[in-house]
């Protein structure tokens, strides 16, 4: 079993959809959430970061963490088409320097 | 601007031959990192750093070498032991000390087989 579980899509949506993108994960360890996105042919970058359970909020984005489920979601309100790229999710175990990530989620937001 | 920038940004490779990733970063992060991603398997880590002189083997370090000569660079060599080596190959520095310290990172190296 992967330790970090993501659908690969492709998720399409309409813009102005809310989005909704998950991760499941078996490590209890992992402290931190980092959500990275990463359009075609470039290196991924971070969107935002949470710590233990509960919710963070910037600007469209929200990120949302349920330790009790081992549940991980990122929310995208108001969709844009430039929202269009791979969502990967990457937790990480405190005092451990290495990222451990998902597959990734590819979003297509359809003008 | 500060940043991370690898290069090249396409690279082929021959059967039995080594070839070298460059990394160069000028964040003035302590630590590096090197990923390979292939389609549908996210990121793995090949090699990190945290340190001048001082790295560690990740998860998937076989037929790969590192060195860290500079805090700024951190060039990986594919090595003709590595029998898969198409991918696309991302490089990654952080701050190290308590808390979370977010990795960034470069736009990637393209390695393929000719």
């Known amino acids: 079993q992967k330790e970090v579980e993501q659908d690969p899509g492709p998720l399409s949506v309409p813009e102005g959809a809310i989005v909704s993108l998950n991760c499941t994960y078996s490590?209890?360890?992992?402290?931190?959430f980092m959500w990275y996105r990463q359009y075609s042919r470039k290196g991924p970058e971070l969107l935002m970061y949470?710590?233990?359970?509960g919710n963070k909020e910037d600007g469209r984005f929200t990120a949302q963490v349920d330790k009790s489920s081992k549940y991980i979601s990122l929310f995208i309100r108001d969709s844009q088409p430039s929202d269009s790229a791979t969502y990967l999710c990457?937790?990480?175990?405190?005092?451990?320097?290495?990222?451990?990530f998902g597959s990734g989620t590819r979003l297509q937001v359809q003008p | 601007d500060g940043g991370i920038t690898q290069s090249p940004k396409y690279l082929f490779r021959k059967e039995g031959q080594n070839v070298t990733l460059s990394c160069e970063q000028n964040l003035n992060h302590d630590a590096m990192y090197w990923y390979r991603q292939d389609p549908g398997q996210g990121l793995r880590l090949i090699y990190y750093?945290?340190?001048?002189?001082?790295?560690q083997k990740g998860d998937i370090a076989e037929g790969y070498s590192v060195s860290r000569e500079k805090k700024e660079s951190f060039p990986l060599t594919v090595t003709s032991a590595q029998k898969n080596p198409t991918a696309f190959y991302l490089c990654?520095?952080?701050?190290?000390?308590?808390?979370?310290?977010?990795?960034?990172f470069g736009d990637g190296t393209r390695l393929s087989i000719l």
């Open positions: 750093s945290q340190i001048v002189n001082d790295f």
């Open positions: 990457a937790p990480r175990i405190t005092g451990r320097r290495a990222l451990t």
């Open positions: 490590n209890s360890a992992f402290q931190y």
């Open positions: 990654a520095s952080s701050t190290t000390g308590q808390g979370n310290q977010p990795q960034h």
């Open positions: 949470t710590y233990s359970s």
